[in-house]
């Protein structure tokens, strides 16, 4: 059965701040009290009601839930008349994109078991020995309360004064209560001042990767898949949130997400937009420069590299790429220096100094000089119109930059330039979702996963090649966005990667592929390299 319409999508697409659930739409649109939502007698209860009817009854509470959800169809059918852009893409992507979104939370995606037991003893093995390395650094009066994972005596012990204490100075405070905070950022800053810190972020990381491994267990199925929950209105720019488990929060540590995979028999093939918001940022801001070079197939990241190590592109190291990388995504919506330096580490693990940080600031926005007037056209739209919108309509409300506390109106300034990058990047991936569902033949290809800015796909060994060249061609230009006449002054790149594990496999782009649709002789020589080196680990 096909979804003809959505009240919370609607209401999303129409306002996407406020509260999307039926009782809040109820209030708000139709001006209606609480029926028995989360305060009736049995709106908490875990079982139905025993009576049938009456005041108290399921049939009275069902009939007002069929009830509202009509009339809101009925108010928002009138909203959308006046709002006809965003009615186009609730009508010709939204709802029919959901039918696509749910075919994939039901397709799932296969985990690795055998993998998953044994790095989970790996992992286990890690905390405990990080967990001894820094009892070294406890005194003895404090060594029978430590406990590393709770931030009172994280607090404590980090910043108490010496000897029970390391004495080191916070970094940063929260935003209620002004306590030290403790979280990565601040741990990152403070790792170069006591070796204990180093230590300290190896034991949350491998908490935290149990942590993903023991929640795959509890929802897999007994095929060892996995079937996450990607809901459609779970951002406010429009991008797919994911939960049950989060699949797009699995850390980009190959050790963990290549525990995920395909089983025997197929591949797992996954197809991710080459710098999509890099390339809308220069779309938007019609930044010459940047689009001379993708219009020569060449990589931004590379050129700023150039130019902030000051040497030629062809001796630009993979390591000073990363770095531009930091570099490009950090500056492309306005950071500051100093925020840079702990994004470049927290991200990339890229260590720069606050020197540094101004340095490559002033150097990126002269490369590029359309970005900053492309973020002052923003401000002043948002301040104008206190929303704005994405090529195709899509639009975000920022009603707070009219707020009198200065740090609210700059963030809701700094979302006025990101989100319509973010959204319409997401909306790709959806586009690319929808043009391709009537196509898959679920005996040869399933699509299992929306990660940001790439689609996951499972294919059959034998005819991988014929699907990953269909992918990649509708993925450079989804038919279900020709209707909106984004007319794109940038080409959009789609690169992919085939193995058995997610992060492990072979990259290759359309133009490698012969007349007949195939990759190289070549190209299957390293994958039999690769697959032996499979072998033998």
């Known amino acids: ?66 009830g509202y959800t009509h009339l809101l169809y009925e108010a928002q059918r009138d909203q959308l008349v006046a709002h006809q852009d965003q009615a186009r893409l609730m009508k010709l992507l939204a709802f029919p994109g959901m039918n696509a979104v749910c075919q994939m939370e039901l397709n799932g995606i296969w985990v690795d078991l055998d993998r998953l037991e044994k790095r989970r ?37 980090i910043f108490g004064q010496l000897p029970d204490g390391l004495g080191l100075e916070p970094v940063s405070f929260t935003e209620k209560t002004q306590k030290p905070q403790v979280d990565e950022a601040a741990l990152t800053a403070l790792s ?34 996995l079937h996450p929950r990607f809901n459609m209105t779970g951002t406010v720019t429009g991008r797919r949130s994911c939960s049950d488990p989060n699949l797009q929060q699995v850390p980009r540590d190959k050790y963990i997400r290549s525990i995920i995979g395909a089983p025997p028999g197929w591949r797992l093939l996954e197809i991710d937009y080459s710098q999509i918001e890099v390339r809308l940022s220069a779309w938007f801001a019609e930044e010459d420069t940047m689009l001379a070079l993708y219009a020569d197939d060449k990589d931004v990241y590379i050129h700023i590299a150039s130019l902030i190590y000051e040497k030629p592109e062809s001796e630009v190291t993979r390591s000073e790429r990363q770095g531009a990388k930091a570099v490009v995504l950090g500056f492309l919506y306005g950071m500051g220096p100093r925020s840079f330096v702990i994004y470049a580490k927290e991200t990339f693990d890229v260590d720069f100094t606050l020197d540094q940080g101004r340095a490559f600031r002033e150097t990126f926005f002269s490369a590029y000089p359309r970005l900053l007037p492309w973020h002052d056209r923003q401000r002043k739209l948002v301040r104008q119109h206190l929303q704005v919108s994405s090529p195709i309509g899509r639009v975000r409300h920022l009603k707070r930059v009219l707020s009198l506390d200065e740090f609210t109106r700059a963030k809701a300034e700094r979302q006025a330039i990101n989100s319509p990058v973010q959204g319409f990047g997401g909306d790709l991936t959806l586009a690319t979702n929808l043009s391709l569902m009537p196509e898959l ?97």
Not at 204 to 214: G, I, N, S, Y
Request: hydrophobic content about 40%; some cysteine.
């Open 1 to 66: 059965m096909s979804i003809f319409y959505d009240t919370m999508l609607a209401a999303h697409c129409l306002g996407e701040e406020r509260g999307l659930s039926l009782l809040n739409q109820a209030s708000t649109e139709l001006g209606v009290d609480d029926w028995g939502k989360g305060t009736h007698s049995f709106g908490d209860a875990k079982t139905p009601p025993d009576p049938l009817w009456g005041p108290d009854g399921l049939a009275y509470y069902n009939a007002r839930d069929a």
């Open 121 to 157: 003893e790996e992992l286990l093995a890690r905390r405990e020995a990080a967990r001894i390395e820094m009892l070294q650094y406890v005194s003895d009066d404090f060594r029978e309360s430590a406990d590393f994972a709770n931030e009172h005596f994280l607090r404590r012990w």
């Open 192 to 225: 170069a001042k006591h070796p204990a810190m180093e230590v300290l972020m190896r034991f949350r990381r491998a908490t935290k990767h149990v942590q993903f491994l023991d929640g795959w267990k509890t929802f897999m199925d007994r095929g060892h898949r």
């Open 441 to 537: 033949d679920p005996e040869e290809c399933l699509v299992v996963g929306d990660i940001h800015d790439a689609l996951l796909f499972q294919v059959r060994d034998d005819v991988w090649e014929k699907w990953a060249h269909r992918i990649l061609t509708v993925m450079q230009d989804p038919p279900a966005l020709s209707p909106f006449n984004a007319n794109a002054p940038v080409r959009f790149l789609a690169e992919g990667k085939i193995g058995q594990h997610w992060g492990q496999g072979l990259e290759f782009l359309l133009k490698d592929f012969g007349p007949d649709g195939t990759l190289p002789v070549q190209w299957h020589e390293e994958w039999e390299k690769l697959l032996a080196g499979y072998a033998v680990a």
